[in-house]
């Protein structure tokens, strides 16, 4: 019993002491130094890299799951006559809550675990400690770039998403099940209101990106140097990331539909 | 040369980024720039508005000529007041307009619909639509129809 | 066990200008002590070596050195300053002056043989492109490998990589070069060049240098001066001739290559029979 209750002390600690090193490292590679010109090459890389390569499964993803909700909507909308309504259905979820919440998904499976196992392996490699020793700080060299590419393309990675999937939903519902275009879109410019929803959703795409990217490049950076620890540290990032955004997800939300 | 075409190809994605959120704005959540505090107000007082909220449409014939801005209690008169913001280019409400709260389709969103008049004057900005008719509430249905059985 | 030293006049009068003073330093990692109270004064302009068994943590001192690690207790002067005292920033401004080839080679994988030698070049000068271009390839034809620059870290061997490192460490021309066993993976032919690289960037430039390897020959015709460490401390230091006169057990068997000695080849381990008898391997 004791026994156990030293472990869990232990297991806090560390975990405590992980928290203020992921912190450490936040601060002095953003907060502390901002971003000279030279980083600029770098983070077009970085961006190219985390947003770019990203494109592709967010576009597809978009298309299916918008294709998905003007479907079930569809059906669901008919039984009470007001299949009209399907585009503001789609519309909102989609802007408040799929798009960011799943792109951030998507995002961490496919950009987050790739940097937290390029950064662990130049830290296996020894091409950080190489870094330091030319007189650069692999902080400011390697994390920041990330950061910033990390921070600045998932909110355009999220409205590429919300705007691919409402698309696929007028696929389905206008010109496969025959809606008519005008309450499709009328409907939906009535019920979504650029503050409160497109905004929103947003500010939600910012944290989340913030919140991943922070999570991979620290996994990454404090992995063991080894290729189990990198290993286990890509899991990390993924299962991480993944309970953040839905954790996140709950409390952003209440705040900002809620009334609590 | 490779960092030419990621140059381009970043520059891309930004570009259709931003695209998105302008299509978010304008096609979506129907932002519309040039109209936006352009209007002038009207006023109504209903007695009961039912579900009626800011935003919600204000139409004549189906057609939208203005939105619900603000809606407060009338502290004298103790009857709902609606402010409403009509566009620019609707400038021949005549004064005695009657306006009735409606509801689109049978579970969709309750707007203000204006039933035109024969004055020849028309609605000048912050004046009062005066003949008005309040939302139909299910209750107030069900207890007319109860008590008419009763009397019956 | 006491250090082995030459009682002589000549050695402290060379050791007087000294640029990396190490004082009673201990390190340990975990709970295992890896120095116990280490004392060594490196000279400037000089070339000096580290010699000791593998695992007796060699590249812990040059990490020590570089300030990447910090003591538990000593202190670590580089040119007047105290490392292990030194704020992140300074840190990084001292060792704009050091270059460190490591064990690994630790080339950036994400560029070519080009840009890893350009880079600490690119990052702390504001030289214009055509003079880092002959710079990184004055450095590339010293190393025997102008031929490879456009070659990828990946398609290279192991010792060509290595190389590559090296000229990637002397890029600056830094005051201070680590070189963390250069000789290994090398052919004898490239080994010749690397010695006589390390002697001549020496003597022009007036580099020092911090040879780590195990090559005895060549360090002894390279070395003014060696250190030998073993078990947590320094055994024995003196010039090349010095050290061929030591008595001592412990520094013959190193010198001459013995198998077996007071310095032991295995790692610290129980008694091998008895584990293979009744204990097992416990996890
Ligand atoms: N990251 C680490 N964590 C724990 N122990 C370590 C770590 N790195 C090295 N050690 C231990 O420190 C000791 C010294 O290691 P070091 O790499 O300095 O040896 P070395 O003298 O350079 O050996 P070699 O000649 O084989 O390169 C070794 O016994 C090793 O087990
Ligand atoms: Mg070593």
């Known amino acids: ?260 | 040369m490779r960092m030419r075409t990621m140059e381009i190809s970043v520059g891309f994605f930004m570009l259709i980024g931003f695209l998105a959120l302008v299509v978010l704005a304008l096609n979506v959540s129907g932002l519309n720039l040039a109209s936006k505090g352009a209007g002038y107000k009207i006023y109504a007082n209903f007695e009961n508005i039912g579900g009626l909220t800011a935003r919600a449409k204000v139409s004549m014939s189906g057609v939208q000529i203005g939105e619900v801005t603000r809606i407060r209690l009338d502290p004298q008169m103790l009857m709902a007041e609606v402010e409403m913001e009509i566009y620019p280019d609707i400038d021949f409400l005549s004064a005695d307009s009657s306006a009735m709260i409606l509801t689109s389709g049978l579970l969709g969103q309750q707007y203000i619909g204006i039933i035109p008049g024969g004055d020849v004057e028309v609605l000048a900005p912050g004046e009062f639509i005066y003949n008005t008719q309040s939302a139909l509430v299910l209750e107030d249905l069900v207890g007319k129809f109860l008590m008419n059985q009763v009397s019956e | 066990m006491e250090a082995v030293s030459p009682a002589t006049g000549s050695a402290s009068s060379m050791l007087e200008d000294v640029i990396v003073e190490i004082k009673d330093l201990t390190f340990s990692r975990g709970n295992r002590p890896i120095f116990k109270g280490v004392d060594i004064k490196i000279p400037r302009g000089k070339v000096t070596a580290i010699m000791g068994p593998s695992g007796t943590g060699k590249t812990t001192l040059l990490k020590l050195i570089g300030g990447q690690l910090r003591p538990d207790s000593g202190d670590i002067v580089v040119e007047g300053s105290s490392v292990p005292s030194l704020g992140r920033k300074d840190l990084f401004v001292i060792r704009e002056k050091m270059g460190m080839l490591f064990q690994s080679g630790a080339l950036f994988t994400d560029m070519n043989v080009f840009d890893n030698i350009a880079f600490p070049i690119r990052v702390h000068t504001q030289l214009p492109e055509e003079m880092i271009r002959d710079i990184v390839l004055m450095k590339l034809q010293a190393v025997g490998l102008r031929g490879a620059y456009d070659l990828m870290p990946s398609e290279l061997s192991g010792g060509m990589a290595r190389r590559v490192a090296l000229a990637r460490a002397i890029s600056l021309d830094p005051n201070i070069v680590m070189y963390d066993e250069p000789f290994t993976g090398q052919d004898p032919i490239a080994m010749g060049v690397l010695v006589n690289l390390i002697r001549r960037l020496n003597q022009a430039l007036g580099h020092t240098s911090i040879i780590v390897s195990h090559d005895i020959q060549e360090t002894l015709s390279i070395a003014d001066y060696i250190y030998l460490i073993a078990d947590g401390k320094v055994i024995a230091h003196g010039t090349p001739d010095q050290l061929k006169t030591i008595e001592s057990e412990q520094v013959r068997q190193f010198v001459e290559g013995l198998p077996d000695g007071p310095v032991p080849f295995h790692y610290q381990a129980p008694d091998f029979l008895e584990q293979l008898m009744h204990k097992g391997v416990s996890r």
């Open chain 1, 1 to 260: 019993m004791i026994d156990f209750m030293q472990k869990l002390g232990h297991r806090t600690l560390s975990k405590l002491a992980a928290f203020g090193r992921s912190g450490q490292i936040l601060f002095q590679s953003v907060v502390a130094k901002p971003a000279p010109v030279m980083m600029f090459p770098l983070l077009i890389k970085q961006i190219y890299f985390v947003g770019v390569l990203s494109l592709i499964i967010i576009v597809v993803s978009g298309l299916f799951i918008g294709m998905v909700l003007g479907l079930q909507g569809y059906t669901i909308l008919a039984d009470y006559g007001s299949e009209e309504a399907v585009g503001q259905m789609v519309a909102l979820s989609l802007v408040r809550e799929l798009a960011p919440v799943v792109t951030a998904l998507l995002f961490a499976g496919r950009a987050g675990s790739a940097l937290t196992a390029e950064i662990g392996l130049m830290k296996a490699t020894e091409q950080l400690a190489s870094l330091e020793m030319i007189g650069v700080d692999p902080l400011r060299r390697i994390i920041a770039p990330r950061l910033y590419a990390g921070f600045i393309c998932m909110p355009l990675l999220t409205m590429i998403f919300a705007v691919v999937g409402v698309w696929g939903a007028a696929l389905v519902a206008v010109d496969w099940l025959g809606i008519y275009s005008g309450s499709y879109w009328v409907n939906m410019q009535q019920s979504v209101d650029f503050m409160s929803d497109v905004v929103n959703g947003l500010i939600k795409a910012v944290v989340f990106g913030f919140v991943v990217t922070w999570i991979a490049v620290y996994q990454g950076y404090d992995c063991v140097p080894t290729s189990e620890g990198i290993s286990q540290a890509t899991t990390r990032t993924v299962v991480y990331s993944s309970l953040a955004v839905l954790g996140l997800d709950f409390i952003l939300t209440a705040l900002m539909f809620g009334d609590l």
